[in-house]
């Protein structure tokens, strides 16, 4: 499994990278805020999400501190997705949310 730090993360987004991030915390954590461009599908909802996914895409994977979204990546890696795990979580996220 890949690994960026949240910095890198960040500093992708502010070159203008187009990048595919999920965030597996629960609702109510994002509702507190996310990354503006990622979308939220709940660690227990990945399993019954993923068809959802693009296997030619890559998938940056977000949660609290990084333990639930490597869980995910994990997961999604084992069925053939490209992913990569953000370490730290938001816990390390200094960019913008919403």
């Known amino acids: 499994m890949k ?3 949240a910095k890198e993360v960040q500093q992708k987004l502010e070159n203008g990278e187009k990048l595919n991030i999920i965030d597996v915390r629960e609702t ?3 509702a507190e805020g996310k990354i503006s461009s990622a979308i939220n599908i709940p660690l ?3 399993e019954f999400r993923k068809h959802d996914l693009n ?3 890559e ?3 977000v949660c609290r501190s ?3 979204s490597s ?3 994990a997961l999604l890696e084992e069925c053939g997705f490209k992913v990569i795990n953000m370490d730290g979580g938001m816990l390390a996220w200094e ?3 919403e």
Do not use: D, P, Q, W
Request: aromatic fraction near 4%.
């Open 59 to 61: 998938y940056i994977l």
């Open 55 to 57: 296997k030619n895409s």
């Open 71 to 73: 869980k995910a990546a």
């Open 95 to 97: 960019g913008k949310t």
């Open 3 to 5: 690994h960026l730090s």
């Open 66 to 68: 990084g333990g639930r």
């Open 44 to 46: 227990g909802l990945v």
């Open 28 to 30: 109510k954590e994002v």
